[in-house]
């Protein structure tokens, strides 16, 4: 019998699972979290759509 597992992380105004991390993934996440500044992009551009934080996996 699988189990699925969701880890999940709280942040204020954001909830961020590994399953949204890996299916966002980037080739090399190092040298992109440096260049983001601790900002990500591509998650902040789905929240501004329809304001709801949740994300779509």
């Known amino acids: ?24 993934r980037v080739k090399n996440w190092r040298k992109d979290r440096r260049s983001r500044s601790g900002r990500h992009r591509h998650h902040d551009a789905n929240a501004r759509g329809n304001g709801d934080d949740r994300g779509a996996i």
Not at 1 to 18: A, C, H, N, S, W
């Open 1 to 24: 019998m699988d189990k699925e597992r969701i880890i999940q992380e709280f942040v204020p105004g954001k909830q961020v699972t590994l399953a949204h991390l890996i299916a966002h």
